[in-house]
């Protein structure tokens, strides 16, 4: 069966709140190790399945991507059945797919190995923040594929870098894509050993490693800052399914802790959400976690402390979940401050917020926080995938009506959003 999740024009929702959650859901496979571990099936002929695949709007514009390059994709629930369509592998990717989600340009890479040549668009600008992709372009010139920028494209060439049988790259900040583009590059470097240095740690970039060596690569140290990989010139196909979205999970913990009750999140890994598990503790929010089951019970906010929060890459507190923490710290007695290390301009839900009655004030990059004893409903403006969850959330616990206008970034990182709602006993309303 095939079935797509389009967007096309940007809907509405209306809340009405309070309102007060209480039930049982199951997280669903992660967004961001779907994308990257999508991108890398270019680099077999052969049948890949995957598993625990999320349907959301960012892993179908991976699919048209891979269906751009040639390839058969077929949803059957929530597994993907990717197989070799066309004969000649396309590499030219257009702006089109990259504007709709950076995660896109990772195809860059494998493209160019696969066919000795690739024409992708450059992402532009992001309503996060500033977003180059030098470190890319910087560690695939090392990797032997020269790019020059024209027209918005980037046109890379392989270079066969036949002399070079080790290379060293390291990372001037651990960037999630770049390490893994990189990685899903240099495996198919034949006899080519890479170290990458100064990489990212996170459970996607492992995931993505493992998904790897499954079909066939040499990798080692994924999931630390040192990653050696060990080229071949030949992948083939596997079965495979990916984690737990981490960031899903946190944010219907994050909304647990807001509007509960007692909220049951079912498929998720303790290690993945240390660093919010140890906020929650410092709040003094109740959790329990049994087996992959975390159970977070809201509790009265005049008993929760304050906390001092900075983003940063994992095992830190991450950017993903920044915005959904600073609702449920808009509403904790005392001063709160969260200071965003990646993006350090990603605070566009705060004047949202302080909108509905949350006192937050940015300097630099980070929001002084004020905690109120209620939020009001408000019409708002969501701007990104993360800053519409908190915005959801916000409106949830406030006081009478809210409308989100375009709020349809929720659906790139939220599976089944509806559903989950309605089995937590929270009811939204909407509409186009
Ligand atoms: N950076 C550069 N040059 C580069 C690459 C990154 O300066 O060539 C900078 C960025 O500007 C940013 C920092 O490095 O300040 C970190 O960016 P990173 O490359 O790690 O982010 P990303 O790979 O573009 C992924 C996730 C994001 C998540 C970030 C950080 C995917 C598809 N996206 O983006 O997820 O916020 O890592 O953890 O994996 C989301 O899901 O909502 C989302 C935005």
Request: some cysteine; hydrophobic content about 40%.
């Amino acid at each position: 069966m095939k079935h797509r999740l389009e967007i096309e024009t940007m809907g509405k929702m209306k809340v009405a709140g309070p309102q007060y959650a209480n039930g049982e859901i199951t997280i669903s496979g992660s967004k961001n190790s779907a994308l990257p571990i999508l991108a890398a099936t270019i680099l077999t002929d052969e049948k890949v399945i995957l598993h625990n695949i999320p349907n959301l709007a960012d892993v179908n514009t991976m699919i048209e991507i891979l269906e751009n390059t040639g390839k058969k994709v077929m949803w059957e629930n929530s597994t993907l059945v990717i197989e070799k369509g066309e004969e000649k592998i396309n590499s030219i990717l257009p702006y089109g797919p990259v504007r709709k989600m950076r995660a896109s340009f990772n195809v860059l890479g494998p493209l160019t190995i696969r066919n000795g040549y690739a024409k992708v668009a450059l992402p532009g600008g992001c309503s996060i923040g500033v977003r180059p992709v030098n470190f890319h372009l910087e560690g695939l010139k090392k990797l032997g594929i020269e790019s020059k920028i024209e027209h918005g494209y980037t046109n890379s060439k392989f270079t066969e870098n036949n002399h070079q049988k080790k290379i060293h790259i390291s990372l001037p900040f651990p960037s999630v894509g770049a390490t893994e583009h990189l990685i899903t590059t240099a495996v198919m470097l034949k006899d080519t050993e890479t170290i990458l240095t100064n990489c990212a740690q996170e459970p996607e970039i492992v995931d993505l490693c493992n998904f790897l060596i499954s079909m066939g690569a040499r990798i080692e140290g994924q999931g630390s800052s040192n990653i050696k990989i060990y080229g071949t010139d030949r992948l083939y196909g596997t079965e495979y399914t990916i984690i737990p979205d981490r960031i899903e999970a946190g944010t219907y913990a994050i909304l647990g802790a807001i509007l509960g009750g007692k909220v049951t999140l079912n498929n998720v890994i303790e290690d993945h959400l240390f660093s919010l598990l140890d906020i929650f503790e410092k709040l003094g929010i109740h959790y329990e976690f049994k087996n992959n089951t975390l159970i977070v019970s809201g509790i009265s906010k005049m008993e929760l402390t304050p906390v001092d929060v900075e983003t940063s890459t994992f095992p830190g507190f991450p950017t993903d979940l920044q915005p959904q923490l600073m609702v449920l710290l808009s509403l904790i007695p005392g001063r709160s401050s969260i200071t965003e290390n990646v993006f350090k301009t990603r605070f566009n839900h705060v004047d949202e917020l302080n909108r509905m009655g949350a006192k937050i004030f940015v300097e630099s990059n980070t929001a002084i926080i004020t905690g109120v004893t209620k939020l009001s409903g408000a019409p708002l403006e969501a701007t990104d995938l993360r800053a519409s969850a908190a915005l959801l959330i916000a409106a949830l616990a406030a006081e009478g009506e809210t409308v989100i206008n375009n709020v349809d970034h929720i659906f790139r990182g939220y599976e089944k959003l509806f559903d989950k709602l309605e089995k937590l006993n929270l009811s939204v309303e909407y509409f186009e």
